[in-house]
């Protein structure tokens, strides 16, 4: 007895497609139609073509927001990736007590945005907070971190007497407080990544390069980092990908309004929450700041595969 | 131990203190008296200051009210901070200062009770242990079609998921939104639970798990009468244990710590989570810091715990997360 048609493998397959296409595909196809009509809270109206997007263009919200997603990004990223392979580095060259600091540096890794965010709040806080506290302690002046909207390059060039110009202020204190608290908690997790990439090279090459009497830091410069640039692409998509996302830091942390000082804060995301669930619940215009971020992080995912394909060891 | 390794440790050890040093401060100020922490007492350790005067053996917590040369006017607390007699003139000579450690475990109880904490761990863990089941179950019946089946449209689909797994939350939460008011589950615990019960990655690693099983196992298992299910039920899931441990861990991470979502999609306190209570609590006790340290450290300690019992399954997990096919 031979079937013709096996079905099998479509039970099999039932489950998890059902919910994958009615929550996660739908849903996308959906973002793209929702951005073209009138759509609020109370239903789907009128379609508007690109009046969204051409809105999107002048909205001055929106490119600040931009603007500080950007800072975020472009603070984030780089330090967490030079930092994390630095510790991995640390802990590769150890063996006693390796699993302990690992340990250490992962717990931010596995703790809830929420909590932390508002353990954060209460450390930067002026009055009662553990920032200011070290800062008198060791005789600095305390500052005003999640309240201050000045650029931190204008107040360090103001601390030195030189005046510049706002638009090179760079991200505001209160936005730089965010950027520090967003690295101490993806750390962790990009460290073990590294850890576990640089175990995978070879000790043959390091030998090599010790029999040739190449010093530490030049192995680093030599050979670690060129072996790892795999890796260092991963970490470089996936951090990046993941600061252009956030959120909660943004909404538990800043304000009232949340986004402030002066807008300094408001991100991306926590833009597209506030259009579509905030006063105006536009829903519509909100999915169409939803595509914008979306073609920016797919953009990102292609460079990133062309990219590593040009560097391949 | 020579003079580079100790450098190591030395920075490492440092490194290592500041990426606690948060929590360290979580747990202390957790456990102090808000006034302390209010008249600027936010060093590490739980002290309290006060003035004391004692009488007939009794020693009482005072504030001055006025201070004359030789006596003065104070106001005498009972244990619990309630005035018990004012303006109670007593001389400067009885009056000490005390300096102690102290810790008041009474915040968490009052954090607990404030809002209804309880229920949100109960909800919390609920929709968690119903995501993280779902997940394994939907993630392995697809994973073993996808690896060990021939059928029509199967590189096709599993391509398909795989670019979905690109798309970040944020952009299809708007229409998510739309798509669970229409059929009516706004505010559910179907809104929390079903969009998640299958995992795009999960259904990957699962993938690339089953592959590896050789084929002559499959082989032996069929001609010994074992029915497909069977096979996946007696041979493929005991041999792929920690895979599906991993996976597990990552469900449920993801899963206690989920907040955008349903932030967005529930609204009733019966239905809240941990995450989105803790959130509302922020707001409403913004200045009692003490008490949202405690809530905080309360909402942490099951994944601090987990994480402690399981650490070695848990990083490895993160680990080959970064790696590549």
């Known amino acids: ?313 | 131990m020579d003079f580079k390794k100790t450098i190591i440790y030395l920075i490492l050890g440092f490194c290592g203190i500041s990426m606690v040093i948060p929590f360290l401060w979580m747990l202390t100020t957790s456990i102090k008296p808000q006034f302390e922490v209010n008249r600027g007492n936010v060093g590490f350790l739980p002290i309290e200051e006060y003035l004391s005067y004692t009488e007939n053996d009794e020693e009482y917590r005072i504030s001055i009210v006025r201070t004359d040369a030789d006596s003065s006017y104070v106001n005498l607390f009972d244990p619990d901070g309630r005035i018990i007699r004012s303006f109670y003139r007593v001389s400067n000579d009885e009056i000490e200062s005390r300096r102690r450690l102290t810790f008041r475990w009474q915040n968490y109880v009052e954090a607990f009770k404030k809002v209804p904490f309880a229920r949100y761990f109960m909800n919390t863990i609920f929709v968690s242990f119903s995501v993280v089941l779902g997940v394994i179950v939907s993630g392995s019946l697809a994973a073993y079609a996808f690896a060990r089946m021939k059928f029509f449209g199967n590189e096709f689909l599993f391509y398909l998921f795989i670019s979905m797994m690109m798309v970040p939350q944020p952009v299809y939460l708007i229409s998510s939104y739309i798509l669970l008011d229409n059929i009516g589950w706004l505010d559910t615990y179907q809104a929390l639970i079903i969009p998640w019960m299958a995992n795009i990655f999960t259904i990957f690693l699962l993938r690339q798990q089953f592959k590896t099983i050789p084929q002559e196992l499959f082989d032996a298992a069929s001609i010994d009468g074992c029915s497909r299910f069977g096979i996946l039920w007696r041979i493929v899931l005991p041999l792929s244990k920690s895979v599906i441990a991993t996976a597990a861990i990552f469900g449920f991470i993801g899963s206690w710590n989920s907040f955008m979502w349903p932030l967005v999609m529930t609204d009733s306190p019966h239905i809240r989570v941990l995450q989105v209570g803790l959130s509302y609590f922020s707001q409403e006790a913004s200045t009692e810091t003490t008490l949202l340290m405690a809530a905080s450290t309360f909402s942490i300690m099951p994944l601090i715990i987990l994480f402690l019992i399981a650490q070695r399954q848990i990083i490895s997990s993160f680990a080959s997360s970064g790696l590549k096919e």
Do not use: C
């Open chain 1, 1 to 313: 007895m031979k079937k013709k048609y096996d079905l099998g493998p479509y039970l099999y397959l039932i489950p998890a497609a059902l919910i994958i296409f009615t929550f996660r595909l739908i849903p996308i196809v959906l973002s793209f139609i929702v951005s073209f009509f009138d759509w609020d809270i109370r239903g789907v109206g009128d379609f508007i073509g690109f009046e969204n997007y051409i809105y999107l263009l002048q909205d001055r919200d929106f490119w600040q927001s931009m603007e500080n997603t950007f800072y975020l990004v472009i603070f984030v990223v780089p330090i967490s990736v030079v930092l994390s392979l630095f510790f991995a580095n640390l802990l590769n060259n150890i063996k006693a007590l390796r699993s302990f600091f690992r340990s250490v540096y992962f717990i931010p890794t596995v703790t809830s945005m929420v909590a932390v965010s508002i353990v954060w709040k209460i450390i930067y806080n002026q009055q009662s907070g553990l920032a200011n506290y070290l800062l008198t302690q060791i005789g600095l002046d305390p500052m005003g971190w999640l309240a201050e909207s000045t650029g931190i390059f204008e107040l360090m060039f103001a601390n030195l007497g030189i005046q510049i110009p706002s638009f090179l202020g760079g991200p505001s204190l209160a936005l730089f407080s965010i950027i520090i608290m967003t690295i101490w908690k993806g750390l962790g997790y990009n460290t073990i990544i590294y850890l576990a990439g640089l175990q995978n090279i070879p000790e043959v090459y390091y030998e090599a390069a010790d029999i040739d009497g190449a010093g530490k830091i030049k192995q680093f410069f030599k050979i670690t980092v060129p072996l790892i640039s795999p890796t260092t692409y991963y970490v470089l998509m996936m951090t990046t990908i993941v600061t252009f996302q956030v959120f909660a830091q943004i909404y538990l942390m800043t304000g009232p309004p949340i986004g402030g000082p002066l807008g300094t804060t408001k991100v991306i995301v926590y833009y597209l929450y506030e259009q579509g669930f905030g006063e105006t619940n536009n829903l519509s215009y909100a999915s169409a700041i939803a595509l914008v971020l979306f073609i920016i992080i797919l953009s990102l995912t292609l460079l990133q595969k062309r990219l590593e394909k040009k560097v391949h060891y």
